[in-house]
């Protein structure tokens, strides 16, 4: 390692984690480096909840005011959520009768329901 890597990590150990100076000369490299991707993990799951919570957020104000045409959900905004494909009604009913069959249970006020 160089220099300039021990710096960086002295400065990541003394800032991110804060511990003194004689905590880090007693740490290994391994135990450094995992208690760093500990912290950066958990920063990383912070920040997620953070734009959830702000995606939420934006989510309520945008449906409110009646402006939208569909609900805008908070996974629709972080652009986690998948447009689902419509599934044909000739397709439902068919399927629907497949299982009837299948399980010997027709249910008549199913398919009306479709």
Known sequence: MTRSDWTL??????????????EFWQLTL???LDMLEAVHENESKRQE???LRTAWLAAN???????????VTPDMLLGKEVAAKRVPRTD???????????????????????
Request: aromatic content about 6%.
């Open 30 to 32: 391994a135990e450094l």
């Open 92 to 114: 439902q009913i068919r399927t629907l009768e497949e299982l009837q069959r299948e399980f010997n249970a027709p249910a008549p006020c199913a398919v009306e329901a479709l």
């Open 49 to 51: 909840a953070e734009y």
């Open 61 to 71: 104000l945008m449906n409110a005011t009646g402006n939208v045409k569909r609900p």
């Open 9 to 22: 990590l002295r400065q990541a150990a003394f800032g991110s984690l804060r511990i003194t100076s004689i």
